[in-house]
């Protein structure tokens, strides 16, 4: 949680991505209860591929959840003609919520036994959509800067900083900014725009770029695009980035 304070922009990110991980948490610490009475236990939580591939504030909630080790990523499951990116809740979270235990008492004792039991076959399965609220999902995004000046955090409605009085970034402009598409910003050539326009891994909108995790990595996957051309690509999203909310 400390998160929002050190990277202000990732602040609603990171409390929706609580609200994810309690719901993880709750959805195999449910389907554990139906099993106290058999002889397997359940660690893993499947979610639905389609609901995060297309969704770049999505993978960047579960990614920060994997950085914070609160969730483990392990390799993803088919199943019909949908795929499932596995995870499992931290042990501690499950424990807490008496995962391993049968309702009404906590032995520890039977919380080994459960824990030592082979895991089931499928993983709980869900849907993003049913692990948050559909308001919720279409809603993520990049919160508002701080004040380009001081960066004070910003107060909702304001015009100008509370602290050094500097107008503020006005919150069309900001989401103007955001909606920007990547290959249309100044400082790349023809090859680059034409490249970052048309490959399905890189994102479309500088908003959606700078939620992630490791653009290098991502624009590395791009045909004929190295080291040196992703940090060129890389330096003019900044470039553009520090001019447009000077």
Same mark, same amino acid.
């Given at each position: 949680?400390?998160?929002?304070?050190?990277?202000?922009?990732?602040?609603?990110?990171?409390?929706?991505?609580?609200?994810?991980?309690?719901?993880?948490?709750?959805?195999?610490?449910?389907?554990?209860?139906?099993?106290?009475?058999?002889?397997?236990?359940?660690?893993?939580? $499947?979610?639905?591929? %389609?609901?995060?591939?297309? !969704?770049?504030? @999505?993978? =960047?909630?579960?990614?920060? #959840?994997?950085? &914070?080790?609160?969730?483990?990523?392990?390799?993803?499951?088919?199943?019909?003609?949908?795929?499932?990116?596995?995870?499992?809740?931290?042990?501690?979270?499950?424990?807490?919520?008496?995962?391993?235990?049968?309702?009404?008492?906590?032995?520890?004792?039977?919380? $080994?036994?459960?824990? %030592?039991?082979?895991?089931? !076959?499928?993983? @709980?399965? =869900?849907?993003?959509?049913? #692990?948050?609220? &559909?308001?919720?999902?279409?809603?993520?995004?990049?919160?508002?800067?701080?004040?380009?000046?001081?960066?004070?955090?910003?107060?909702?409605?304001?015009?100008?900083?509370?602290?050094?009085?500097?107008?503020?970034?006005?919150?069309?402009?900001?989401?103007?900014?955001?909606?920007?598409?990547?290959?249309?910003?100044?400082?790349?050539?023809?090859?680059?725009?034409?490249?970052?326009?048309?490959?399905?891994?890189?994102?479309?909108?500088?908003?959606?770029?700078?939620?992630?995790?490791?653009?290098?990595?991502?624009?590395?996957?791009?045909?004929?695009?190295?080291?040196?051309?992703?940090?060129?690509?890389?330096?003019?999203?900044?470039?553009?980035?520090?001019?447009?909310?000077?």
């Amino acid at each position: 949680m400390t998160l929002k304070d050190k990277k202000p922009q990732f602040a609603s990110i990171v409390e929706v991505g609580k609200r994810l991980f309690n719901s993880m948490v709750d959805s195999v610490t449910e389907a554990n209860q139906s099993l106290v009475d058999e002889t397997s236990r359940q660690l893993y939580i $499947g979610i639905d591929a %389609s609901g995060v591939v297309d !969704k770049p504030y @999505v993978k =960047r909630m579960l990614l920060l #959840l994997e950085e &914070a080790g609160m969730v483990y990523s392990t390799s993803a499951v088919s199943h019909g003609d949908r795929e499932y990116w596995r995870y499992v809740p931290h042990l501690a979270a499950l424990q807490s919520k008496r995962a391993f235990a049968r309702k009404g008492g906590f032995s520890p004792k039977f919380t $080994g036994e459960m824990l %030592s039991r082979p895991d089931e !076959k499928h993983p @709980v399965r =869900r849907s993003m959509s049913t #692990l948050l609220d &559909a308001t919720t999902l279409e809603g993520l995004s990049l919160d508002l800067p701080n004040c380009l000046n001081c960066q004070a955090k910003r107060i909702e409605g304001a015009k100008y900083c509370f602290n050094c009085g500097e107008r503020l970034t006005d919150e069309s402009t900001y989401d103007r900014l955001m909606l920007t598409p990547l290959a249309s910003i100044p400082g790349l050539t023809d090859w680059q725009r034409d490249k970052l326009s048309k490959w399905e891994s890189v994102p479309k909108t500088v908003g959606e770029f700078i939620a992630l995790q490791d653009p290098g990595t991502t624009l590395r996957t791009i045909r004929g695009v190295g080291k040196i051309r992703a940090k060129t690509i890389i330096d003019a999203v900044q470039s553009f980035l520090d001019e447009y909310l000077s």
